[in-house]
């Protein structure tokens, strides 16, 4: 059963003709574990052996599940209705469309289909007249959320889907993805076109900032255990 607390998210940036337009991906349930993953930025070369070039790598790698049948008892109408219709599907559709290119099979998520869902189910339609200012080989932006102190722009690296229970139709009803998201740094950044590269290079610099205002905020505890390790 799902409660009321803070949820993660994928936010997906989709370049419109008008504006970015953001196409959230909230958790149903937060993944108990996390993997956040560093790696040292490439050394430099010559003869000091601490120069580096550019900075650390960092990606996060975890575990969600999506349930039709909480979905279907506690979500809202549309939800309700997505669920009775299509078990999980339009949920796991949403985080494999994070991986395509947003020119790929005519334009991407949105350029491809719209959906309505009524009372006779889900019907599709034709909405190839979306046009695009990226690059057609580009995957979309996507801002990974984990509460207020963390939202940096991420590459979805890697998808694996299990899906374990299915309705009669064969939808599933019950499936848990795992994702792999790679940080983008600012210099790689640097190829975001348009208002969306202000919006993750935003993203970065406030989680980095935050989170060096916590590495100094520590200090007060490091200085407490060096005049305990003292002699004196």
């Known amino acids: 059963m799902s409660g009321k607390y803070i949820r993660g998210a994928l936010i997906e940036f989709m370049p419109t003709f008008l504006i970015p337009l953001p196409n959230v991906i909230i958790f149903q349930f937060n993944p108990e574990t996390m993997q956040h993953t560093w790696t040292p930025p490439p050394p430099a070369g010559g003869s000091n052996p601490l120069a580096v070039k550019g900075v650390p790598g960092e990606s996060f790698s975890f575990t969600v599940a999506v349930d039709s049948q909480d979905m279907i008892a506690d979500g809202s109408a549309v939800a309700k209705a997505l669920a009775g219709a299509s078990g999980v599907y339009s949920r796991l559709a949403a985080l494999e469309m994070l991986l395509y290119p947003t020119g790929a099979f005519g334009g991407g998520l949105l350029a491809s289909v719209s959906v309505s869902v009524g009372p006779g189910g889900i019907s599709l339609s034709a909405n190839a007249g979306v046009k695009r200012t990226v690059p057609q080989s580009q995957v979309p932006v996507v801002l990974f959320v984990w509460g207020p102190g963390r939202i940096v722009p991420v590459r979805v690296t890697s998808l694996n889907i299990t899906e374990k229970l299915y309705d009669a139709l064969l939808n599933p009803i019950y499936a848990e993805a795992t994702l792999g998201l790679t940080v983008?740094?600012?210099?790689?950044?640097?190829?975001?076109?348009?208002?969306?590269?202000?919006?993750?290079?935003?993203?970065?610099?406030?989680?980095?900032?935050?989170?060096?205002?916590?590495?100094?905020?520590?200090?007060?505890?490091?200085?407490?255990?060096?005049i305990g390790m003292l002699p004196v």
Do not use: M
């Open 184 to 226: 983008l740094t600012p210099p790689e950044l640097q190829a975001v076109t348009g208002p969306l590269k202000d919006v993750a290079n935003v993203a970065y610099q406030y989680s980095q900032g935050l989170r060096q205002a916590l590495a100094v905020a520590n200090l007060a505890n490091a200085a407490e255990s060096i």
